[in-house]
T-cell receptor, first 115, second 115 residues
Framework: AQSVAQPEDQVNVAEGNPLTVKCTYS??????LFWYVQYPNRGLQFLLK??????LVKGSYGFEAEFNKSQTSFHLKKPSALVSDSALYFC?????????????FGRGTQLTVWP | KAGVTQTPRYLIKTRGQQVTLSCSPI?????VSWYQQTPGQGLQFLFE???????NKGNFPGRFSGRQFSNSRSEMNVSTLELGDSALYLC??????????????FGNGTRLTVT
């Protein structure tokens, strides 16, 4: 069965420091992986995706993610955090055997960046 | 280009009533998916429509139903509302139901409160 785990409910970092939000997944076959961000009272905004190719994927707002097949991980990273990065982050996986609209989401990680 | 539009933004209903939520996808997008977001269960897939046909369905009771119109707009209906149906309902659109490089684009959601 497909599943996504975000082991940390909360991540706190100081502005200017690097940040990492962790994600591990379980899916049959090669996965499609996504990161989304959600601000209060808003929907999810797409950040980046891994389909195939380079293990390091670059996305919006300076975020990047590293795909590690052996560890089944897809951690979200940013070299220098901003206060405006504070939000709820979701990792998601799409099973290649499923339809486009069905994503399996992690429980989310609340990122707080303090000044 | 306008994003995914969901109406209404907020709804308050009483147990036993029914409710209809509306979603207009991004122009040119033909696939619409619905998700329920709650603090306890996180993001859960409800169903997906393409070309007015349901392509995939999550594990929700029959009280939850949906449809898609020829202009790709979609509605979801919840009958006999229960307190546990209180949630943020998110609609997402994409170009096709099998274009796997395409991310989902989410609306800002409809916040349903059942009293």
């Amino acid at each position: 069965a497909q599943s996504v785990a975000q082991p940390e409910d909360q991540v706190n970092v100081a502005e200017g420091n690097p940040l990492t939000v962790k994600c591990t997944y379980s899916v049959s076959g090669n996965p499609y992986l996504f990161w989304y961000v959600q601000y209060p009272n808003r929907g999810l905004q797409f950040l980046l995706k891994y389909i195939t190719g380079d293990n390091l994927v670059k996305g919006s707002y300076g975020f990047e993610a590293e795909f590690n097949k052996s560890q089944t991980s897809f951690h979200l990273k940013k070299p220098s955090a901003l206060v405006s990065d504070s939000a709820l982050y979701f990792c998601a996986v799409r099973d290649r055997g499923s339809t486009l609209g069905r994503l399996y989401f992690g429980r989310g990680t609340q990122l707080t960046v303090w000044p | 280009k306008a994003g995914v539009t969901q109406t209404p933004r907020y709804l308050i209903k009483t147990r036993g009533q029914q409710v209809t939520l509306s979603c207009s996808p991004i122009s040119g997008h033909r696939s619409v998916s619905w998700y329920q977001q709650t603090p306890g269960q996180g993001l859960q897939f409800l169903f997906e429509y393409f070309s007015e046909t349901q392509r995939n369905k999550g594990n929700f009771p029959g009280r939850f139903s949906g449809r898609q119109f020829s202009n790709s707009r979609s509605e979801m209906n919840v009958s006999t509302l229960e307190l546990g149906d209180s949630a943020l309902y998110l609609c997402a659109s994409s170009l096709s139901h099998n274009t796997y490089n395409s991310p989902l684009h989410f609306g800002n959601g409809t916040r349903l409160t059942v009293t």
